[in-house]
């Protein structure tokens, strides 16, 4: 895909494409909320990101045991009597959505094959281990707008509507080497008592763009509970491991409490076609370039963390001796503080989990991070602390370096001007 060869400025707002009715005001520009834009959406944040394993079983005990998301729903490919044959030999066709706080979904896992099943006859596929990078923005007339002028930039979709489990409408378009992002707005979100919605619910699922308005979910709710539904009768997973950690005053099951998922990191074919891409179709702001091992990486934002993603030339791979059949170059998971961070070291390690090492300056904005291999060797980055930025300091702001030597991190250390700063974590921690 040549996405330079039709720039947003030349796709959308004109009467044949129909982006005037689409939040374009032609030449390019769009009405957002009243805030005029270069696109019909902002993107506020790493909503949730998914892997195709390898290994499902395996990694799905790493992520709900040693990281601690919890299953918010098992979704079954094979449900349907019909699928059972397309998916023989597969021992466990689920997907499964987790979550770390109370959105629905923050995290997923299916089986590879599954999706090389379900994209066999489809044009365009997602790459081997990223199965989507999901991004937050502020409406669902943004999420809808977005469709058009996909479009009209000539970038692939996937399919737009709202997904059940999960409840969120989205489109997912395709970066220009296929990974596979997804915007959406107003995902479910999982209340006190833990439980998601109940399948009768999902009737209010799309698979194709809304027509607008649509009803409020709270309609939605009232109009189930008239009709009987049974609202206590959705998925829940307790834990299943003890809570002896005082964490911080509540005890847990393991010494740490992730708060925040992300940055994500890639490794690409083309460094400036997939930046342009994220930059000009996307809207992530640029935040630093660095050569790491003769190799580039470019780091983007989409709001005050220094960077949500991170895009690194594919030769660093190899280098770094990371799995040959991954373009993850990290997925980022930040804990509550730093004491928790080192806690988290420790009690990975006596857990066999193996801490890996990775050069700092792939993670600038971070002070302290620690990087643990999956068990497909997918590189997860547990971090405290990450540099927040906006488009007038980061010029005059080198970034901090991640010092990644857990064996060298002292007991305590000085703040920084904006510690704790950036995204809060909502709600109780377990
Ligand atoms: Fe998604």
Request: charged share 25%; proline share 6%.
């Amino acid at each position: 895909m040549n996405i330079a060869a039709k720039t947003p400025a030349q796709g959308a707002g004109t009467p044949e494409n129909g982006g005037l009715e689409n939040g374009a005001l032609g030449n390019g520009q769009y009405d957002v909320g009243g805030v005029v834009l270069g696109r019909p959406f902002k993107i506020r944040r790493l909503g949730h990101f998914g892997f195709s394993a390898k290994n499902l079983a395996a990694c799905l005990e790493f992520y709900t045991k040693d990281i601690g998301f919890k299953i918010t729903d098992p979704m079954n490919f094979a449900a349907n009597p019909a699928n059972r044959d397309k998916f023989a030999g597969i021992e466990d066709t689920h997907q499964y959505f987790m979550r770390h706080g109370t959105d629905h979904h923050s995290f997923v896992l299916a089986d590879r094959r599954i999706i090389d099943i379900n994209y066999a006859d489809k044009p365009h596929k997602p790459r081997h281990s990223v199965n989507q990078m999901t991004w937050q923005v502020g409406s669902l007339r943004e999420v809808v707008n977005a469709i058009a002028y996909f479009e009209n930039t000539g970038t692939p979709i996937n399919r737009a509507g709202r997904d059940m489990p999960g409840s969120n409408w989205h489109v997912y378009p395709f970066d220009p080497e296929f990974h596979r992002n997804e915007l959406y707005y107003g995902i479910e979100q999982i209340g006190w008592n833990g439980k998601a919605k109940p399948k009768e619910l999902y009737a209010r699922g799309f698979h194709h763009a809304p027509d607008l308005p649509q009803i409020s979910e709270e309609e939605e709710i009232a109009r189930a509970e008239a009709a009987g539904v049974d609202m206590s009768s959705g998925f829940r997973q307790r834990e299943d491991m003890p809570e002896t950690y005082d964490v911080d005053g509540v005890l847990l099951a393991r010494p740490f409490k992730v708060v925040k998922i992300g940055p994500v990191g890639l490794y690409v074919d083309d460094v400036d076609a997939v930046s342009r891409f994220y930059e000009e179709v996307m809207g992530f702001s640029f935040t630093r370039e660095s050569t790491i091992q003769g190799a580039r990486c470019r780091f983007l934002r989409c709001n005050t963390e220094h960077h949500s993603l991170a895009i690194c030339d594919k030769s660093l791979r190899a280098r770094l001796g990371a799995a040959e059949d991954t373009t993850c170059m990290s997925f980022g998971l930040q804990l509550a503080n730093y004491r928790q961070l080192r806690d988290a070291v420790d009690f990975l390690t006596s857990r066999g989990r193996r801490i890996v090492d990775m050069p700092g300056d792939l993670f600038p904005g971070m002070d302290y991070a620690a990087c643990v291999e999956d068990p497909d060797g997918v590189r997860v980055i547990l971090y405290c602390y990450m540099e927040q930025v906006t488009a007038r300091s980061i010029a005059a702001q080198p970034a901090v370096v991640a010092n990644t030597q857990p064996a060298t991190w002292p007991q305590r250390i000085a703040p920084r001007e904006d510690v704790y700063d950036g995204e809060a974590y909502l709600g109780p921690w377990g």
